[in-house]
């Protein structure tokens, strides 16, 4: 069966720190990757996918990157922590074709001093 | 556009009362729709979804939703509310301009009283 995970679980940075947040998945292959965030435990907003190793798509303008070094490896990154990055954030996959019925890890609670 | 709606932020019930939760949608071509459950600190958990058939679709612990083409609606349901169904509720519909992107809605928050 698959599996997702994330780490850490929770953070606390200071503003202007980096930051870098790891999304694997087991038990499958070629998955499409997503990142969210989450605010105020409301809606989401994606902030990149990806479907293919190296192939990144950013849905908003951010001081938040991306990377996909390897198939099932999701990583979300940033240079200089931003008190407005605070928020809950969720990696998802989901087949390449099928349904596309989307599957979340446990998410990582940000907080940014 | 592409859209969900969830138009009630929260919703209220008894336990042992029917639910219902509202999602109503707009999209291009043949709808997938999807219902999400989250609980506090948690990721999102898959319920259930409408791909093409019944239009009443079953889902995991009691859920229910029905597919309402001329409505474009897909209301989430539960014969009878569990105190531990209070949870963060998730609309969903698959992107069809050709991407790999799910649509959510903005959440219904439910809460059953006991």
């Known amino acids: 069966s698959q599996t997702i995970h994330q780490w850490p679980a929770t953070l606390v940075q200071p503003v202007g720190s980096p930051l870098s947040l790891e999304c694997t998945v087991e038990g499958t292959s070629n998955p499409n990757l997503y990142w969210y965030r989450q605010a105020a435990g409301r809606g989401l907003q994606l902030l990149f996918y990806?479907?293919?190793?190296?192939?990144i798509s950013s849905e908003v303008p951010q001081n938040l990157s991306a990377s996909r070094p390897q198939d099932r490896q999701f990583i979300l990154s940033s240079k200089k922590l931003l008190l407005s990055d605070s928020g809950f954030y969720l990696c998802?996959?989901?087949?390449?074709?099928?349904?596309?019925?989307?599957?979340f890890g446990p998410g990582t609670r940000l907080t940014v001093l | 556009a592409q859209s969900v709606a969830q138009p009630e932020d929260q919703v209220n019930v008894a336990e042992g009362n029917p639910l219902t939760v509202k999602c109503t949608y707009s999209?291009?071509?043949?709808?997938?729709l999807f219902w999400y459950v989250q609980y506090p600190n948690r990721g999102l958990q898959f319920l259930l979804k409408?791909?093409?058939?019944?239009?009443l679709v079953k889902g995991s612990y009691g859920f229910e939703a029905e597919f309402n083409k001329s409505q474009t609606s897909f209301h989430l349901k539960k014969p009878s509310a569990l105190v531990s169904d209070s949870a963060l509720y998730f609309c969903a519909v698959r992107d069809n301009t050709g991407g790999f992107k799910t649509i959510f809605g903005a959440g219904t928050r439910l809460f059953v009283k006991a």
């Open positions: 990806s479907v293919g190793i190296g192939q």
């Open positions: 409408y791909i093409t058939g019944d239009n």
């Open positions: 999209v291009s071509g043949n709808p997938y």
């Open positions: 998802a996959w989901n087949n390449r074709v099928g349904t596309d019925t989307q599957y």
